[in-house]
């Protein structure tokens, strides 16, 4: 809660008319996009900057946000993605003493519009039940008619195709260039520590913008290739499953992660679909029917791979399941060194349970 | 791994009577354990001295064992039984004691049993404090700088090696006993040798200290397969150097990023995973360098334990329940989450709320005990609180402690000055939280308190919070107090009578009018594991307020009737109490009526989700109980079976015109009060020893003269003899009332004759209305003088006349009748010279009915819960006493926790739990010792 003693109000409006009244944090303005909830508990600064999160508003379920204030070294992205904040709490006041800003300024400084004093479990709920829909925040204005007119015209989450707005605009390395191990990166807005935790491994990181053609990728001659998360629908984005369909006719290792993983399977004819109100949090069981090991996985996506097609398919093979729901968290493609899961191993924030699917990556290109 | 069908027989070990650092929560793991195997188609058989509680009831196991916990008992069982295997880790350290003592002299090889969940070499390792250390340093995880010592001159040594300040640890010791920090060279000898006698072993850790860091703790489930979950992360509100049993602890973790967080999460696992043969719940602890965010392993519990009784309540994952399906061979992914019914026990469950748990002590029942915190846990109970935020969770919790905080905050008593009360923060007491309040409101800086205090300024950022609404509302009166206010108020936990006293304006009754016309409700929300991702049906909730009024305790048109609990344990209130509220509980769902329960205990039974139709974890307090009575609007009432924190609340639910079930309010008030009572006992022609009540010394001294020395001086409505002394002059009787009206102001004091060497008995009796059944006569070992709670009595009496006996029944049954009692009644004696008098009665469940129904093995409270509610008459019921022999009620004393406190009895209940034991006849040589010690122990 700021200092100043007379919060401002905000408003929160949801596309089915329903309205949430609470008080301003952040940037004073107004803001809208699709609302999504994150159960999280950590990491606050980690999801805000991660860009798959490109066009969301984001309710933190967890109910005291900011406590810790946020650092430069947990960012994901150099910026924060998401399109608004609502929190039951969001603290202005914080206590890490190796922070470097409280949560307050560092939303006002990137421009993001937050609520707070919301009964996030009461909208959570309705989410739950109703699906994932498109809202507005504003701080500046309560005049809900006018709001609900611009919120009208908030394009829908279906269809749209949002990685190349969040992709990098220029090739960038990380890593040893002399290492043996070359991979190269599509980035449909790759966070930050998948690249560190190939470049962990040894490997010399290419990071490509999402629309680059495929004889670039070739020409850097790597030993893997890598498809980035990001944001909006994958369905959207016929010249990436372009790409990874060109870039499997080298039968090299390639792995995908969350968009990736849709792509790599819309590229083996396998439709994707947009999930009712989609997963996102830290606790999400997978298990690996591979290895009979289960692992608790970091999780967001709005979108999903069709299981029966899955099923289905003589090229794929399930590798992956999640206990809640039985959902697809993983696959591989048979005759090919090409695998994917939809759920985020390098866990930004989130448990570490997955990271060895890098070491299985790395290992295909030794 | 399904389930390994070759263990058709498990033996679960209890954890004994009630005890500083171990107490019900082991009920609560033990019931759940047993609950849980007999759902996989296990036999349970159960062994526990503790006869207060659930887990020894016959519904519980296949055969209940209720013997003292020792390996003569262990063969015993296993020379009986055919037991395939024993489950030690739902019992505390002392069923980890007695299972490694057992194997260690071969037993659970010659009866072909296996240990599961944890092998000893895994005890082995996590509670050796050497041998921790060494795996620690071989698995590359950082631990404080430290050396094992075996003798005081080592010590001596190791101590100059490592620098102050420091911390002397003994090895295999519970809840910290004998352990403390030593901050320069003259407390080390004392220190060094009381660490060396405690521990079993003759030896301690020399440990750097590492003060002011911050304390987390993690509650982990792991099975077979190695597949490992942490349910629950706890941070300490109180920094280092704190026992975590007198910690105030936080649930979610408030301040730890995720980076510190899956640095934590990946030690944890990998401890766990490196343990050895282990399957089921373990706790681990670590401190955070708030610098470098490095962290420390502090230890490992391959067990359940307290804190996993408080992860259970406050994230609704049933951690003792899984652990026991774990230790039969399942893995976590082949279970449900209990909750959602739907989704995976393999999960990590997320929470949208925040939990405080605030220990309970009880200082006041140990002169000259220290009451500084520190290594050695010294709380007798504890509370938690839910709340949406850490403000409103910390002010439910202070509600709850039954303290006489009305919040967070002292009103109406004195402050310190302002350099005073920044000294007294630096030594971590019980009242610490409250003083950080109180030196807030001076308007001293967070800075200062975190110097002192070293506790994260988060956390006094949010106390200030209430500090600063606090000052806005005390600009007002209740006609004035603006609406946005006062919402904000309730927001943050503030209750109405705090609002009130505050404002020095209005009382609770007209804040709550107000609020309820303004529409500043509380809205009841679910404890559902997973932040509202997926539906949940489960019944536990919690209040708070929320703009939205969007309410998800959904009402339901049966009968409904609400047990109230007892709400934290402390001396002369305890588990015997969630006992009572457990059957009572399920009587009246047998009834058909919808059972509803409220209470703030985390360490009890009656808490569990699937115990009652409808949870409410709420405290036990006015305001709240009082939103649910408007929201449920129940047929009714139990405050019998909560002990005197039920009882007590009584004269408001009668006000609000709701009905109590069983004996009314007014006949339970003539019992309660003294003049009423003693009146009524005049009419019947009932002795009773003579007494008097004063305001001051004077009519004392009058009043002494009148009844005759000795006498007993109390205040009245005092809960275990509380501040009870017995005086022979004027001198001594002057000191003690000067004393009582030092601590509580105004009360009225009631004198008593004192009948000097007399025999004390008890009776508790069950009346419908029309006939009276005497459950149980008991009588004490010790003479008069040594309250009854810590007095051993034996059931039935043995030393009474059977017109002694008569006399005490025929007396009864007239009280009961005269009181016209629907339910259970207590009747305390004196026994002088033949003749029988009447000390007290309580209308209500009392601390020896459990006793009484295990000894008689009668499902007591079932029968009285079911006539307090007029379904039955006792005509309906046939009552088969089966005892041989004798039961009897041992007192057991945490005395160790507390040196140099005089281990004297008297008047005053000292005792934290008890066991019981049968004997055969009165040659007992147990038996015989005791009664030949029976004036031993009084003080006067």
Redesign the interface.
């Known amino acids: ?1 700021p200092a100043t003693t007379e919060q401002r109000n905000a408003v929160l409006i949801l596309a089915d008319g329903n309205v ?3 008080k301003a944090f952040g940037k004073i303005g107004t803001t809208s996009g699709e609302i999504c ?1 994150n ?5 606050y600064q ?1 999801v805000f900057t991660d860009p798959s999160y490109f066009g969301q508003v984001l309710i933190m ?4 946000t900011g ?2 204030g946020v ?1 430069k ?2 960012r994901e992205s150099d910026s924060v993605k998401i399109r608004g904040l609502i929190g ?2 969001l ?1 202005e ?6 922070a470097d800003d409280s949560l307050q300024d560092y939303l006002e400084k990137q421009n993001v519009v937050a609520i707070e ?9 309705h989410i ?1 039940t109703k699906g994932a829909m498109n809202c507005i925040i504003s701080s500046e204005t309560t005049d809900v008619e006018d709001l609900k007119r611009q919120l009208a015209s908030v394009p829908s989450m279906d269809g749209l195709e949002l990685a190349s707005s969040v992709s990098t605009d220029e090739v960038y390395h990380l890593g040893d260039p002399e290492s043996p191990i070359r991979v190269a990166v599509m980035d449909y807005g790759v966070k930050k520590n998948i690249i560190q935790c190939l470049a962990d491994r040894g490997a010399y990181v290419r990071v490509h913008p999402a629309k680059t053609p495929v004889k670039d990728l070739l020409e850097f001659n790597p030993d893997g290739y890598f498809i980035s998360n990001g944001p909006g629908d994958p369905a959207a984005m016929p010249y990436a499953v372009e790409t990874v369909k060109e870039l499997l006719k080298t039968d090299k290792p390639l792995f995908g992660i969350c968009l990736g993983h849709q792509l790599l399977a819309l590229a083996n004819g396998i439709p994707t679909f947009k999930m009712h109100h989609g997963h996102r ?5 997978v ?1 690996n029917i591979v290895t ?3 692992e ?1 996985t970091t999780q967001n996506h709005g979108f999903g791979v069709d299981p029966e097609a899955v099923r289905n398919s003589p090229n794929v093979e399930i590798t992956h399941v999640n ?3 039985e959902s697809i968290e993983g696959i591989r493609i048979k005759g090919k060194p090409a695998f994917s899961v939809q759920y985020h191993p390098e ?6 349970d997955s990271r060895y699917l890098f070491d299985q990556f790395i290992g295909m290109m030794k | 791994m399904p389930q390994d069908k070759s263990i058709k027989t498990v033996l679960i070990i209890g954890s004994g009577p009630i005890i500083v650092g171990q107490a019900c929560e082991f009920d609560y793991s033990g019931s759940q354990a047993a609950r849980s195997l007999r759902e996989e188609g296990v036999s349970v058989i159960l062994i526990n001295s503790n006869p207060a509680t659930i887990m020894t009831d016959p519904m519980m196991a296949d055969r209940v064992y209720l013997l003292p916990l020792t390996v003569e008992s262990i063969e015993k069982i296993l020379e009986e039984n055919n037991i395939d295997a024993v489950l030690p880790t739902m019992g505390g350290q002392t069923a980890l004691n007695l299972a490694k003592e057992a194997e260690e002299l071969g037993i659970w090889e010659k009866y072909n049993v296996r240990l599961i969940g944890v092998d000893i070499k895994a005890i082995e390792k996590a509670e050796d404090r050497e041998k921790f250390r060494q795996w620690m340093i071989q698995m590359n995880i950082p631990v404080a700088p430290a050396k094992t010592a075996n003798s005081f001159l080592e010590g001596k040594e190791f101590a100059q090696d490592i620098g102050f300040p420091l911390v002397i640890r003994p090895s295999f010791t519970l809840g910290g006993t004998g352990g403390g920090f030593v901050h320069s060279k003259d407390q080390l000898d004392e220190a060094l040798n009381r660490g060396l006698s405690a521990s079993p072993i003759h030896e301690v850790l020399v440990e750097k200290a590492v003060l002011g860091w911050k304390e987390f703790e993690l509650e982990l489930l792991r099975d077979s ?3 490992v ?2 349910i629950c ?1 706890v941070e300490n509100f109180d920094p280092m150097g704190i026992h975590t049993g007198d910690s105030i602890t936080v649930a ?8 510190a ?2 640095l934590m ?2 030690t944890a696992i990998s401890m766990m995973r490196n343990l050895g043969n282990f399957a089921g719940g373990c706790n681990v602890q670590f401190a955070l360098n ?4 490095g962290i420390i392993a502090i230890e490992i519990n391959p067990r359940v334990s307290r804190s996993s009784a408080l992860a259970s309540k406050a994230t609704g994952y049933p951690i003792a329940k899984i652990a026991a399906k774990l230790a039969l061979g399942f ?3 082949e279970l449900k989450n209990q909750i959602t019914k ?3 026990a ?9 939990i405080v748990k605030i220990p309970r002590w009880n200082f006041d029942k140990f002169k000259g005990a220290n009451d500084t915190l520190g290594l050695q846990m010294k709380s007798v109970g504890e509370v938690m609180a839910i709340g ?3 403000t409103e969770a910390v002010q439910k919790a202070c509600q709850s402690l039954e303290n006489n905080a009305v919040g967070l905050g002292y009103y109406g008593k004195s402050l310190m000055h302002a350099d005073e009360i920044v000294e007294y923060l630096k030594t971590p007491k019980w009242d610490r939280i409250f003083r950080i309040k109180d030196a807030l409101m001076m308007g001293i800086s967070v800075k200062t308190i975190v110097q002192a205090t070293l506790i ?3 956390f006094i ?1 949010e106390i200030k ?1 209430i500090v600063d609404t606090e000052k806005e509302i005390a600009k007002y009166k209740l006609a004035t107090l603006p609406l946005d206010l006062l919402r904000k108020a309730k ?1 943050m936990g503030f209750s109405d009578e705090q609002i009130c006293r505050i404002m020095q304006n209005g009382d609770e009754e007209d804040l709550y009018q107000k609020r309820k016309a303004a529409g500043i409700r509380r809205v009841y ?1 679910m404890v559902d594991t ?6 949940a049906k489960t019944p536990y909730f919690y209040s708070s307020f ?3 009024g ?1 309410n ?1 305790s959904k009402v339901s048109d049966k009968k409904k009737i609400i047990v109230l609990g007892s709400g934290p344990n402390r001396i002369g209130q305890g588990i015997e109490f969630d006992y009572c509220c457990v059957h009572g509980l399920l009587a009246i769902r047998e009834e058909g009526y919808e059972a509803i329960m409220v209470n703030c205990n985390p360490e009890t039974v009656s808490t569990d989700f699937d115990i009652a139709d409808k949870l409410y974890f709420e405290p036990v307090f006015w305001e709240h109980l009082r939103e649910i009575i408007d929201l449920e609007k129940p047929d009714g009432i139990i405050v019998q079976l909560g002990g005197q924190t039920a009882l007590k609340l009584s004269a408001k639910i009668h006000e609000l015109g709701i009905p109590i079930i069983g004996t009314s309010y007014d006949n339970m008030d003539i019992a309660e009060d003294r003049g009423r009572f003693s009146d009524m006992l005049k009419d019947l022609g009932i002795p009773y020893p003579k007494y008097g009540t004063a305001y001051n010394v004077d009519d004392a001294v009058e009043v002494a003269k009148e009844v005759q020395y000795p006498v007993l001086v109390r205040p009245s409505y005092v809960l275990g003899g509380q501040r009870m002394r017995i005086v022979i002059n004027d001198d001594e009787l002057e000191k003690a009332v000067v004393s009582l009206l030092k601590h509580l102001p105004g009360n009225k004091i009631l004198i008593d004759h004192f009948l000097d060497r007399c025999q004390e008995a008890e009776i508790d009796a069950i009346f419908d209305g029309e006939n009276f059944h005497v459950m149980g006569v008991m009588e004490h070992i010790e003479p008069a003088g040594i309250h009854s709670g810590d007095s051993n009595a034996v059931l039935p009496a043995f030393n009474l006349t059977p017109l002694e006996v008569t006399t005490m029944e025929y007396y009864a049954e007239k009280i009961a009748r005269s009181l016209n009692i629907r339910g259970l009644i207590n009747i305390q004696f004196a026994v002088k010279n033949g003749q029988v008098f009447v000390i007290e009665a309580n209308p209500r469940a009392s601390r020896t009915t459990p006793f009484i129904a295990k000894a008689y093995q009668i499902p007591y409270l079932n029968i009285a819960t079911k006539i307090m509610m007029g379904t039955h008459k006792i005509t309906d019921f046939t009552f088969e006493k089966k005892l041989e022999g004798f039961a009897i009620k041992e007192p057991v004393f945490s005395f160790d926790k507390f040196p140099g406190v005089s281990k004297e009895l008297g008047p005053e209940m000292k005792s934290t739990g008890e066991a019981i034991r049968f004997i055969k006849d009165l040659r007992d040589p147990y038996f015989r010792t005791l009664y030949k010690e029976r004036s031993m122990h009084l003080s006067k």
């Open positions: 809660m949430f009244y609470g909830f159960t999280g508990m950590t990491g980690e379920n967890n109910v005291h406590n810790y650092k070294d947990d039951r709490n603290e006041k914080y206590s890490r003493m190796m004093e919301i009964d996030t479990r009461a909208l959570v709920a739950r949090g830290l606790n999400h069981p298990k009979g090991y289960c608790i206990l809640n729901d866990s930004t924030p989130g448990p570490h | 397969n190695d597949n979950a942490i992360t979610p973790a408030m301040t730890l990023s995720d980076t967080f899956q999460r990946n708030p610098e470098t965010e893995t976590l992914d739907t989704t995976s393999y999960f990590e469950p997320a929470l949208d709320y925040v949406r935020s850490f994260d300024r988060w950022y919070k927001t929300k997973c932040s509202a991702e997926f539906e929320e703009s939205s969007y998800e």
